[in-house]
């Protein structure tokens, strides 16, 4: 149980994008919506920030207790509770699929995720709570995969979306991605190169009780949404029994990278309210270096400096949960503006 003054409603979104989705899965979603301290006692409307887990994360995750820490919901109401930050509506988006996520795109491979998002999730929350329905009062926030989305989705719907905090975000994809490309091909050289041979064994034991899960779990989930083939299914970008890159494939990958994305998404990136981005200086996908490349490509497009909460803390990739009420409290003076 959370332990929280203001309010934490749970839904069943029934999402009609998502019938009938490529990997069969659920098309009803649970939507969770968190309303401040003084949200019941009047008809104030508030600005709005969507929470995107990272990959293989689902909703509960969000209620998980660390010994000595407060999970983050708890950690925002606090926030708000104690009055250190304006009020704000936190919506957590569920996007998990069969292969561990989505990456918050439409793909073939998975499902129409960034629409499920932008055109379901965004209508339906603005329908039903009192929220400031406009892009200035709307912010996206997420780690590691989620955060993928929150740099993402602002370049994509500029007009939904006018701030966005970004911790250990996927961005230059060399640094994160070609270094797991390596360390895959000597996993699969037991499956002989065969990733849906590790996959049928995946599924039919215990999972994660192999050295090889994580990291194939998360290249096949991957695949499936960056490269899929005509058919859906996943198309590795490097050559399982070698290692090596194949740029035809490879090349989808980066389509994606938010680093790549800048330039063509200058003028979105431009129209932001606020922007936070940061990473541990040990992060495991290197995701700091990813980090510290967006930040210089929002520089280059010309976003202003004024715009922008950048930081490297001490860390890795994993229990930095902390960071996210940070940009939270950040976002929400910004946003009440």
Known sequence: MLDLIGRLDEHTLDSRLLRGNPLG??????????????????????PTVYMLLGFGGTLPIWRNRIPYRRPVPELIDGLFARGEAPGMIVVFVDAFTKYGGSQYVDSPG????????CDEVVPWVDAHYRTISDRDHRAIAGKSSGGLGAMITPMLRPDLFGAFAT??????????????????????RQYDGDIFAWWADFTTRTAFTKPEDERLLELLGVSACFSPDADGRPELPFDPV?????????????????????PD????????????IDAGTSDEWFLD???QAFRRSLAEVGVPDGL?????FDGGHRAVEYRQPLAI??????LAA
Request: with cysteine; aromatic share 16%.
């Open 25 to 46: 899965d659920p098309s009803s979603r649970p939507l969770w919506v968190y309303t401040p301290p003084g949200y019941d006692e009047g008809c104030r409307r508030y």
């Open 265 to 276: 998404h200058a003028e979105a990136l431009r129209s932001q309210r606020a922007i936070w």
């Open 308 to 312: 922008v909460r950048f930081e490297l």
């Open 329 to 334: 409290a950040w976002l929400a003076e910004r």
């Open 167 to 188: 911790h250990s975000g996927d961005a230059l994809s060399e640094a994160q991605y070609i270094p797991h490309f390596l360390w895959a091909a000597r996993h699969l």
């Open 110 to 117: 998975t499902g129409p995720y960034h629409s499920y998002l």
């Open 242 to 262: 070698t290692g090596a890159l194949r740029p035809a494939v490879w090349e989808r990958w980066l389509r994606w990278d938010p680093v790549r994305m800048s």
């Open 289 to 291: 270096l990813g980090a």
